[in-house]
C-alpha cells in the first residue's frame, strides 16, 4: 500500500473547515505552511488559529492472482483483500494429496486460512494473515 499526499492549499487561499469557536464551518485563511503536509489556518470570522494538516489518502492496489504473495511486508493486508474478494465460503482443508488452483481458500492445520495466489504442478503460492508460504499440493 502506497501513500500520496494532496498538495497544500496555497498561502492566502480560503479553504472550508469547521471551526471549533465558531461551532459551524467556516472559511479559513492559509497563513503560513508549516510541513509539505501541514499549514497554520485562521478562521475569517472569529480569527482562531488552527493547524489544517492534509488528510492522507491510501492507494489500493488491486490485488492480481498470478504473483507470488509477498513475504510478511503487507501480507496482513493483502490477506484482507483477498478475504474481501474471495470470501471465505467455500473452505478447502489442507492436503497435499490434493491439486489446488488460484483463488481457491484453504484451511492449514498451522497457518490458518489461506488464498492461492499462483500454483504450479507442484506447489501453490498462498497468502496466510502473517505471511505468503509456498506448500505443495497434488502430490497422490
Ligand atoms: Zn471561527
Not at 461551532?23 to 485563511?29: A, E
Not at 492480481?64 to 511486508?73: E, L, N, T
Not at 489446488?100 to 501453490?124: L, M, Y
Amino acid at each position: 500500500m502506497s501513500e500520496q499526499n494532496l498538495e497544500l492549499p496555497a498561502v492566502a487561499r480560503n479553504i472550508n473547515l469547521p471551526c471549533k469557536k465558531c461551532g459551524v464551518d467556516r472559511y479559513f485563511v492559509v497563513v503560513a505552511h508549516l510541513t509539505p503536509s501541514s499549514a497554520k489556518v485562521k478562521c475569517e470570522v472569529c480569527g482562531a488559529n488552527k493547524t489544517y494538516k492534509l488528510p492522507k489518502v491510501q492507494v489500493r492496489k488491486k490485488v492480481s492472482f498470478g504473483k507470488a504473495a509477498p513475504k510478511k511486508v503487507d501480507a496482513g493486508q493483502l490477506w484482507i483483500d483477498l478475504k474481501t474478494q474471495i470470501g471465505t465460503d467455500k473452505v478447502h482443508p489442507y492436503n497435499m494429496k490434493i491439486k489446488f488452483a488460484i483463488a481457491q481458500v484453504i484451511n492449514h492445520p498451522k497457518f490458518g486460512i489461506g488464498f492461492i495466489t499462483s500454483a504450479t504442478p507442484e506447489k501453490v503460492e498462498v497468502a496466510f494473515q502473517d505471511c505468503g508460504r509456498s506448500l505443495v499440493h497434488n502430490r497422490p
